[in-house]
């Protein structure tokens, strides 16, 4: 049995032990008596069996994972190497002339496709023998993968659907190195794309469908959208367009979608600014929680897709506060106006609640009121009578208005146990 044959056994044995990646790694330089780094698809450091060392090819991330700088992946690209690791399974190696050193490639594949490579830098010229060794460890890590344990599984982009996660969970936090390692994937980036965060706060609510079923249903109702699931929400980057229209046919669809499968909200927010807040999903996630949970777990009101920005101020200043002190932060005349309404059955709060709501609009609010709009007069004025004018005061107006919605994160509890 010649010296390759002999590894080829040994990395069936080690195989067959199920120990896993970093296990058959350490083996397998331990009988090349070589060092070699494990990249998945995207130019992410996966493991090495050498030391980390700032070796002038990956840079260090806030997480501590290691990218292949973008000059490197620039230059592999240039080279044509890129394109072979994903034609070719057999190791190569080619002379960079750059640093004076010998790169040696090998693919790893899953189900006929690249999921990664092996890399090397080293100061001598490979020989067949050794480049027959690297094909055979190639084959043997790429069934490692193909376990699931390093897969992450996607709808259509495995890899996309990686990297969008690591992304707004804060894994990875210098942009040029995701626009990057998207474009390798062959995504096109764009400022109009925005991501959707689709929260449903229980597990057990989350659907009767797997997390790649409702992924790729995502994926057909907003087409050109990446997915992928984390934790308790399913992620999409997806066209802005289709979140800006107000009632297209394809906006209709996503909120039936989101009802059956009893989504409490979706949240989008824009993708370059995504790009400068790390871990902004998880953030996002925070949020809404807090909403849901000062309002004691009520759906959230209003339209079931909500942007971001509009709702970050109101729930970053209900996640920083208790009840009580969020309850100290209502302006007196509301408190006044919310016993007026106690007291004698009045409606003024539902009165300013849709005359704010309709952007202090008479006609629109008396509308949605159901009264005249002689009758909604007299209720403004008879509010005004109690506390004092106000129609015509812009702060006075903002102040009642932020009041009102303190107001409605409020636990019913504590409403209807304690007059404000």
């Known amino acids: 049995m010649n010296k390759i044959d002999e590894f080829r056994q040994m990395l069936l044995e080690q195989l067959a032990t199920a120990e896993g990646m970093e296990a058959l790694v350490q083996a397998a330089a331990g009988f090349l008596q070589e060092s070699f780094t494990v990249c998945d698809a995207a130019y992410t450091m996966m493991m090495t069996t050498a030391p ?7 840079v260090v991330q806030s997480s501590q994972r290691r990218i292949m700088r973008p000059e490197i992946v620039e230059e592999m690209q240039s080279k044509g190497i890129s394109e072979r690791l994903q034609k070719s399974r057999e190791a190569f190696c080619i002379y960079n ?3 004076g050193l010998w ?50 599984p996607g709808p259509l982009q495995p890899t996309q659907s990686r990297i969008l996660r690591e992304l707004v969970e804060g894994e990875i936090s210098q942009e040029d190195l995701i626009l990057q390692r998207l474009r390798q994937t062959g995504w096109k980036p764009s400022p ?14 989350f659907s009767n469908l797997r997390h790649e079923q409702l992924l790729r249903q995502a994926a057909d109702l907003l087409p050109d959208s990446l997915s992928c699931s984390a934790r308790d929400s399913i992620l999409l980057l997806c066209p802005a367009g289709l979140l800006d229209r107000d009632e297209t046919g394809q906006m209709v669809k996503l909120r039936h979608w989101l009802a059956y499968h009893q989504f409490y909200l979706a949240v989008s927010m ?19 929680q807090t909403m849901l949970r000062c309002a004691e777990g009520r759906t959230p009101k209003g339209d079931v897709v909500s942007r971001y920005e509009e709702v970050l101020p109101l729930a970053a200043f209900l996640r920083n506060h208790t009840i009580q002190e969020i309850e100290g932060c209502i302006h007196p005349h509301i408190r006044r106006l919310w016993e007026h309404d106690c007291t004698h059955g009045t409606e003024y709060i539902t009165t300013l609640q849709q005359y704010f709501a309709h952007n202090r609009n008479t006609t629109a609010a008396s509308a949605a009121l159901f009264i005249h709009k002689t009758t909604l007069f007299y209720r403004l004025e008879q509010m005004e009578k109690l506390v004092g004018p106000f129609l015509k005061d812009p702060k006075l107006l903002f102040l009642y208005e932020y009041s009102l919605l303190l107001l409605e994160q409020m636990p019913s509890s504590v409403l209807t146990n304690k007059n404000m």
């Not at 980390?52 to 990956?58: A, E, I």
């Not at 109009?192 to 609510?205: D, F, N, Q, V």
């Open 52 to 58: 980390h060392k700032n070796d002038g090819v990956f």
């Open 192 to 205: 109009s794309y925005r991501l959707g965060c689709l929260i449903c706060p229980e597990a057990s609510l």
């Open 270 to 288: 824009p993708f370059h600014s995504l790009l400068k807040v790390p871990g902004a999903h998880v953030q996002t996630r925070a949020v809404v």
């Open 97 to 99: 002339a750059s640093c």
């Open 103 to 152: 790169e040696i490639f090998c693919a790893l594949s899953i189900h006929g496709q690249m999921a990664g490579y092996l890399f090397l830098r080293t100061d001598q010229q490979p020989d067949k023998a050794r480049l027959e060794a690297w094909t055979v460890l190639g084959q043997a890590l790429s069934v490692e993968l193909q376990k699931g344990e390093y897969a992450t």
